[in-house]
């Protein structure tokens, strides 16, 4: 059973930069798993960030930014800003139709 | 601009059924996969289904495949997704979203479902 990891929990500054990754429990994660990243806040749908490994979504600031860093898919946000205290998962396209999540990362900015 | 909106969730009986609709609107819907994904309270999201654009394909996470299906009336702009064997653990926030080629798009609000005696 595939399953994707992320980071329970992370701390920022406000002005400051953090990388969340996405990884899997077994192999690398590459730009063939086309890694979309979701912000959430309680409460709110999830909103689009980054697809196909590094491509922003409409409206979304060049502060967040995607990569593949190692064997993990990453997101990166700089000039954090208190607004962006959510949670963010990740999810990878396995083939076959077939979508998975990872389990979230809850970002405090503080 | 794209809405996304969800209804038809509610209260159901363990083993019971539910159906789901998703109305879209702001962008030509039938050119679009589109999909299902929930999130049980305080958990994380889960993918449920995909329906593709033209063929309607279907596709299943294994949670929910042979209980779940996935359909689309693109003359109605609105997805549905028909929820069969009901079980406590299909509790969630069930959110539709339209579908890039790899990814999640534009996301709907989302309709509670709540599966208890």
């Known amino acids: 059973q595939t399953v994707v990891t992320q980071e329970p929990s992370f701390s920022v500054s406000p002005g400051g930069a953090v990388t969340l990754t996405c990884g899997l429990s077994?192999?690398?994660?590459?730009?063939?798993?086309?890694p979309s990243w979701y912000q959430q806040t309680p409460g709110q749908a999830p909103r689009t960030l980054i697809y196909?490994?590094?491509t922003r979504s409409s409206g979304v600031p060049d502060r967040f930014s995607g990569s593949i860093l190692g064997n993990k898919a990453a997101l990166t946000i700089t000039g954090t800003q208190t607004d962006d205290e959510s949670d963010y998962y990740c999810?990878?396209?396995?083939?076959?139709?077939?979508?998975?999540f990872g389990g979230g990362t809850k970002l405090t900015v503080l | 601009e794209v809405h996304l909106l969800e209804s038809g969730g509610g209260l159901a009986q363990p083993g019971g059924s539910l159906r789901l609709s998703c109305a879209a609107s702001?962008?030509?819907?039938?050119?679009?996969?589109m999909s299902w994904a929930r999130q049980a309270p305080g958990k994380g999201l889960e993918w449920v289904s995909t329906?593709?654009?033209?063929?309607?394909?279907?596709y299943y996470a294994d949670s929910v495949k042979g209980r779940f299906t996935v359909s689309r009336d693109n003359s109605k702009n609105t997805l549905y997704l028909q929820m069969s064997s009901l079980r406590a653990e299909d509790t969630a926030v069930y959110f539709c979203?339209?579908?890039?080629?790899?990814?999640?798009?534009?996301w709907g609000q989302g309709t509670l479902v709540t599966v208890a005696s």
């Open positions: 999810a990878l396209f396995l083939g076959n139709g077939i979508s998975i």
């Open positions: 329906i593709t654009a033209s063929t309607g394909g279907t």
């Open positions: 979203a339209s579908r890039g080629r790899f990814y999640f798009d534009n």
């Open positions: 702001g962008f030509t819907f039938s050119s679009y996969a």
């Open positions: 196909n490994t590094n």
């Open positions: 077994s192999g690398s994660v590459s730009t063939g798993y086309y």
